[in-house]
């Protein structure tokens, strides 16, 4: 038999060996089950656990009775919850927000320093330290007897202390303490990717310095920016050591809500409610972040297109 005869007698593949070749050649799917497993225990499992809590009635000595009801919700419409979200929408938002002016100058310092290693060092060392031994350290700062105010007093600016503790100010600084490296580390990442020569070209085209800043650097570091905000904003927002320990009564959040709805009333279909919020509000921040990933990226690919066109004109120019 001849070759020729042979390849004509071969049979073609179907579909199911065109799909094992496949798997066999690509085992993707293989190495992704221990992280889809750990996703669904550690976070799917969990998260619609607290979505069926909310929707089912509170127990008598806590827990949960097997009941449909909407009452977890309809609670949260009381006018003191009402004051407590708004409470802490205005104390995240102000902390996101003084977060990011400090992390704006900061990331821009580190992008154009020749000691980048050194200062991200710095800037991660705090992460060595436990969380609350650094709120502790800024109790002992801020305290009615503490360093600040003795140093007023020394000083002859005060007679008696001032009440810097256990305010909504004192809330804003430790969160901004805590989570501002979460701020610098992407927007230095955005910035350090930036090309100066644009603010340059800004310059010699008639800009000064600020607005070749606010016209051309900022919006090539959207990116940077929006993650900055997702990451500082989403912990600060469901917070609960730091308005507990700085923040005083005054200055509860909905972190510090649910907490005692688990452990003190034991209502937890509220808890759970309130939780809803929380996971709604990080739901819509990462949604946001990606959005603005997504529109950065099709301005860059638009925008290479654009300069690959125009090169490809002038040579075609040259050429004729």
């Given at each position: 038999?001849?070759?020729?005869?042979?390849?004509?007698?071969?049979?073609?593949?179907?579909?199911?060996?065109?799909?094992?070749?496949?798997?066999?050649?690509?085992?993707?799917?293989?190495?992704?089950?221990?992280?889809?497993?750990?996703?669904?225990?550690?976070?799917?499992?969990?998260?619609?656990?607290?979505?069926?809590?909310?929707?089912?009635?509170?127990?008598?000595?806590?827990?949960?009775?097997?009941?449909?009801?909407?009452?977890?919700?309809?609670?949260?419409?009381?006018?003191?919850?009402?004051?407590?979200?708004?409470?802490?929408?205005?104390?995240?938002?102000?902390?996101?927000?003084?977060?990011?002016?400090?992390?704006?100058?900061?990331?821009?310092?580190?992008?154009?320093?020749?000691?980048?290693?050194?200062?991200?060092?710095?800037?991660?060392?705090?992460?060595?330290?436990?969380?609350l031994i650094r709120i502790f350290a800024w109790m002992s700062i801020l305290n009615n007897d503490g360093i600040l105010n003795q140093i007023l007093r020394s000083?002859?600016?005060?007679?008696?202390?001032?009440?810097f503790l256990y305010t909504g100010s004192a809330v804003v600084l430790v969160s901004v303490y805590m989570y501002i490296p979460y701020a610098i580390l992407p927007?230095?990442?955005?910035?350090?990717?930036?090309?100066?020569?644009?603010?340059?070209?800004?310059?010699?085209?008639?800009?000064?310095?600020?607005?070749?800043?606010?016209?051309?650097?900022?919006?090539?570091?959207?990116?940077?920016?929006?993650?900055?905000?997702?990451?500082?904003?989403?912990?600060?927002?469901?917070?609960?050591?730091?308005?507990?320990?700085?923040?005083?009564?005054?200055?509860?959040?909905?972190?510090?809500?649910?907490?005692?709805?688990?452990?003190?009333?034991?209502?937890?279909?509220?808890?759970?409610?309130?939780?809803?919020?929380?996971?709604?509000?990080?739901?819509?921040?990462?949604?946001?972040?990606?959005?603005?990933?997504?529109?950065?990226?099709?301005?860059?690919?638009?925008?290479?297109?654009?300069?690959?066109?125009?090169?490809?004109?002038?040579?075609?120019?040259?050429?004729?």
């Open positions: 038999m001849s070759r020729r005869d042979e390849t004509k007698s071969e049979k073609p593949p179907t579909a199911e060996t065109k799909l094992k070749k496949s798997k066999l050649s690509n085992p993707g799917a293989l190495y992704a089950w221990p992280m889809g497993v750990w996703f669904a225990v550690f976070f799917v499992a969990p998260l619609a656990i607290i979505v069926l809590y909310s929707f089912l009635k509170k127990g008598l000595y806590g827990g949960v009775e097997w009941v449909f009801s909407l009452k977890a919700y309809s609670q949260m419409l009381n006018p003191n919850y009402g004051i407590l979200v708004i409470r802490t929408l205005k104390l995240s938002v102000l902390s996101t927000l003084f977060t990011i002016l400090i992390a704006l100058p900061c990331g821009y310092a580190m992008a154009r320093s020749r000691h980048q290693t050194i200062l991200l060092f710095l800037v991660i060392i705090p992460f060595w330290t436990n969380s000083m002859g600016l005060v007679k008696d202390y001032i009440k927007i230095f990442t955005a910035v350090d990717r930036f090309d100066f020569s644009l603010l340059e070209a800004a310059q010699d085209l008639g800009a000064n310095k600020l607005q070749a800043i606010l016209k051309v650097l900022l919006p090539n570091i959207k990116s940077g920016i929006s993650t900055g905000i997702v990451f500082t904003f989403i912990p600060i927002f469901g917070a609960y050591t730091v308005p507990l320990l700085v923040g005083g009564k005054d200055s509860y959040m909905i972190g510090n809500i649910i907490v005692d709805q688990v452990q003190k009333t034991r209502n937890w279909p509220l808890a759970a409610a309130f939780s809803m919020v929380l996971t709604l509000v990080s739901t819509a921040g990462v949604l946001w972040m990606m959005l603005a990933g997504k529109r950065e990226a099709a301005l860059t690919k638009t925008s290479a297109k654009e300069e690959n066109y125009a090169e490809s004109s002038i040579s075609t120019g040259a050429l004729k």
